[in-house]
């Protein structure tokens, strides 16, 4: 009886040392480590809105980090540059975000995202005919990036969630 004992004991053990040792889904796949980065990216919009902007930097920036670790993995996905862009424009680094946007483009020229944020870029560092091209090329896209584009304009840098 006191073997069955030990035996039961010793499976139990294991078992918990193997589950204990598993990723148990935090995977540093680039599939994984994109979409944990696009998690904290709503969260931080959500702590925007409510005028949260210290905590909200703070989880673009490590949202930021998991996005530049998947794009080590995957240089030719131009959803990665886009959030690039995004979570380096949100922290205020502008020269950044506009190089990770034309990196995207250089990938897709026609990449809706990008080419909204981009815009909403020019805007935000006053660059309002570049904003415009931007707006051009998603003339035609019947798309929201090209409605939001478009007020953002019209309204030249007012804050719009």
């Not at 995977?27 to 959500?46: F, N």
């Not at 980090?65 to 424009?89: C, H, V």
């Not at 897709?108 to 870029?121: D, F, V």
């Not at 006053?126 to 090209?146: G, M, S, T």
Request: charged share 35%; proline share 2%; aromatic share 10%.
């Amino acid at each position: 009886m006191k073997k069955i004992f030990i035996i039961l004991l010793s499976v139990i053990f294991i078992n918990s040392a193997f589950a204990a040792g598993s990723d148990g889904g935090s995977d540093s796949s680039p599939d994984t480590l994109y979409e944990d980065a696009v998690k904290l990216v709503k969260r931080a919009g959500k702590l925007e809105k409510k005028d949260k902007s210290d905590r909200a930097k703070k989880l673009y920036s490590q949202a930021f980090k998991k996005f530049e670790k998947a794009y080590g993995s995957d240089k030719k996905n131009p959803d990665i540059l886009n959030y690039m862009g995004f979570t380096s424009r949100k922290v205020g680094k502008f020269e950044e975000a506009e190089k990770f946007y034309l990196k995207g483009l250089d990938i897709n020229p026609k990449h809706n995202g990008i080419n909204e944020y981009l815009g909403e870029l020019y805007v935000q560092t006053n660059r309002i005919e570049k904003a415009n091209e931007r707006l051009e090329v998603l003339k035609n896209c019947d798309c929201e990036e090209y409605k939001e584009l478009e007020l953002i304009i019209k309204t030249r840098g007012v804050k719009i969630y």
